[in-house]
């Protein structure tokens, strides 16, 4: 009689849990008995019907907070995530094991799936490109996307895994060694990385988002984005359907490694054990398979019909954390498309006082100040266009600069030095000097149309001026295709006016960010990804 | 199911007490869980609690039910901590341990020296294997790599560094159309800076470099060059050998083609007989290869009681062969081998020592920079 009545009251509690919260990043409490609270990649959020069955059978319920994969591992190795947490969930561990005061935190790891990560491209434009009949390697890709015979959309890899396991599959295969990367063999194929990397037309923060706008983007005959890199998983479930290419030459395949910190409660790895057993018990890997398109991790389950090439080669994934660090730098600084970044900044009367100083804070970061491992590849890039438009009143002179590839500091200087010189006065005249934003973005593209081009949008209250967000959209849905698909990231700031922002991003083919209840800092660092 | 399978764990370990304490109780027992937790207490009281730290390859062992009830019978109860044997030797504080049990014989002889312990136990061992799978064992017969050896297929040590000296990619091998991946014929092994089993592979493949077990400074820097491209090579690897063994079995030939393991992880998966271990994977012992010994040093006097324990007790001898372990006393892995019908060799002739501790550890860190 009790026993029945369990699962229902256990599904009672998981309803009561289930409400959405507006930080994704928020942590979960102290611990309790019969929770096991994980630090974890957002892609582990479609588990959550899995793990709800695992607390129901097992009476161990998954509290998570997410982070990205170079964010989760700084708070490993700081200990910060000791702190709060029993254990991390990421798509890989491997990042963190190259960090040596974060590899001495991770106990126990338990792989739970797996995928690889792949090209996905429409079955029409694999015909086009003869490669429905045959497999292909890395450099047959790279010099296709070289002569922009198709274009991809891919994650930001300091910020995502996938576009990380993407960046280190393809110079692994294509440095033609064999063997791991190290500095030497990335510089010998930059040239051939940096063709691979101009078909890269759409950035992204996170895998999720990148799926979004992709969809939005094939809806949208103006500016087509041919296909994705992306986790298997994902692109297996794209409301699009897309064919998938595998590399002949190799992957590199996320592995899912619940894994215990060394500092967790006799409690929580009793929790962790359990939870694990569980989850890599045959009926729970089929399950998985079936609702998520993961690889099981356990060899007693068959992989199903829909994973088309069944033996993957697994490329060889760098020895150190220099090597890694090296590889992003050299991502941004030198191989993908540049950025053309336009800052369009509230510098009216009410930003006076702290806010003004944490808008200063905020833009400084991004010149090189913030040390930490996320912020330093979160800096202006070489090769990228910076403008900033402050506004009061009215839009003041826009500053540009260029960030040089070579010897970037002088230019970082310049900017942090007009960041801190940033002074707060007068009325917000927001969706004029939004407008006047475009008069420079349409000479700058006319210059030089081949890059990233995205605006930030930041304000901390309502519009003062004499234009409104509707004047905004009709001037919007005038624009030539060039300059209506630029997104438009918005700023939540104090009072900021919530349903106008929402409705600028949605316009835009943007993203709102948030930062009333965090650092503009934090914000505009996350920001950088989709840049 | 899954419910089944908790329900049936909560029912056994109740099974035991019950066992304990006689049918009487045990109608008490399934009135109530409270009244279990009491009464197991009440058990604990009367054994003697040894605490030790062992390599992680032996928690499965410590942990099998069956093990703690030998164990129980004998009046004792064994709590133990997992930790890397390197990490036993160097980071572990011994102090609230009665017993330490590496999984290397060096690392056992020097806790022996530093703690100046009288005395060590063996109780089972077990080689170092490369698993593979059919169509490489092909290929690498061709290479010159696999021998049929002597009634078991070895893997040439020699050969093997010659390929990987140059380099060699498995697309350059001629006539490779099995597995014509686009990087290094290199055995995937686990970080030397962390894994034991890595350093019984720097055991073997530096005594072939040498040409014998590596006992000076000279031999040591005339190795290394060769031996340090074996990992660095590798790039990023693993921490645990459960983690690339588990590839091996799950992702198959295109992620981990070759793996370094020890005997015992592929005899358990076998006798486990959770077909894990499919009709083509195959096992090849490295010529010369080394033994993983795994060495008791007892610390205090309980300490010394499971050693002797695991030493003479045949069930826990028996229990011991069902994971594989060469045993002491051969005939409990030769019924074991026999029963389960499992692929490996009665005994193995190519097998040479390791080098000492401290020559291990420093060929360790000298490739460790190297990272």
Known sequence: MIRRLLPAVAALALLAGCSDEADPARPVGDATPG?????????????????????????????????????????????????????????????????????????????????????????????????????????????AAGARRFTYGMTDPSASNSGFSALVGVAAALSGSGSALDAARIDAVAPQLKQFFSAQTLSAGSSGWLSEAYQRRARDPGATVDGLINYESVLLSSPEPLTLVYPSDGVVTADYPLTLLTSASSEAREAHQKLSDHLRSADVQRRIMETTHRRPAVPQVPLDGKFAVKDLVELPFPGSQSAVDGLITTYFDQLRRPSRTLY???????????????????????????????????????????????????????????????????????????????????????????????????????????????????????????????????????????????????????????AEMDQVAKMSGGKVFDARSRSLSAAFKEIRGYQ | MTKDLVLDKVFRQRWTVKRALGIGLAVVLLVGVVTAIVLEQGEQAQLQTVRGVIGSEKLAFFADQRVKDVFARHGVEVEVDPAGSRQIVTATDLTPYDFAFPSSAPAAEKIQRDRKAARTYAPFSSPMVIATFDPV?????????????????????????????????????????AYPARKNLLVTTTDPRDSNSAAMYLAITS?????????????????????????LDQGYTQSSTEGPFEDYLSAGMGKTPLVLAYEAQFADRVVRGDSSVRPDMKLLYPAPTVLSKHTLVPLREAGDRVGQLLQSDAELGRLAATFGFRTADPKHFNDIVREKNLPVPQTIVDVVEPPAHETLERMLEAIAKQY
Do not use: C
């Open chain 1, 344 to 498: 369009v900044l509230d510098t009216s009367g009410s930003m006076q006082g702290d806010r003004i100083d944490g808008l200063r804070q905020a833009l400084v970061g991004l010149t090189g100040a913030d040390s930490s491992l996320a912020g330093k590849f979160s800096r202006f890039h070489g090769r990228e266009q910076v403008t900033l438009l402050p506004f009061n009143s009215s839009a003041r002179p826009p500053l540009k600069y260029e960030v040089p590839q070579d010897d970037p500091q002088p230019v970082l200087d310049q900017i942090r030095a007009t960041a801190t010189s940033l002074d707060a006065a007068g009325g917000t005249a927001i969706y004029s000097s939004l407008r006047g934003g475009y008069d420079v973005l349409r000479q700058q593209i006319d210059a030089d149309p081949d890059r990233f081009t995205s605006i930030v949008l930041m304000t901390d209250g309502e519009n003062t001026g004499s234009e409104d967000v509707t004047d905004f959209q009709l001037f919007h849905q005038s624009l030539p295709p060039n300059l209506k698909g630029i997104p438009i990231f918005p700023v939540l700031f104090g009072e900021s006016a919530t």
């Open chain 1, 35 to 143: 929770t096991l609270r994980v630090l974890a990649g957002s892609e582990l959020a479609d588990l959550q019907p899995i793990l709800d069955e695992a607390a129901r059978a097992t009476g161990i319920s998954v509290k998570f907070s997410f982070t990205g994969t170079i964010e989760g591992a700084e708070k490993v190795a700081s200990g910060t995530a000791e702190q709060g947490f029993d254990a991390v969930w990421f798509s890989s561990n491997r990042y963190l094991e190259l960090v040596p005061e974060a590899q001495k935190r991770l106990g126990t790891p338990t792989k739970v799936m797996s995928s690889p990560v792949v090209l996905g491209l429409p079955a029409a434009k694999v015909k086009e490109l003869g490669w429905d009949t045959k497999r292909v390697g890395w450099a047959e890709i790279a010099e």
């Open chain 2, 137 to 177: 064992v092909d290929l690498l017969t061709k290479a010159g790599v696999v021998r049929s050896g002597p009634g078991y297929p070895t893997f040439d040590v020699q050969a093997y560094l010659e390929l990987a000296a140059k380099g060699t990619r498995w697309d350059q091998l001629p006539g490779n159309t």
């Open chain 2, 207 to 231: 005594f072939v470099a040498n040409g014998g077990v590596v006992s000076s400074p000279d031999a040591e820097g005339k190795v290394l060059p060769a031996v340090s491209k074996l990992f």
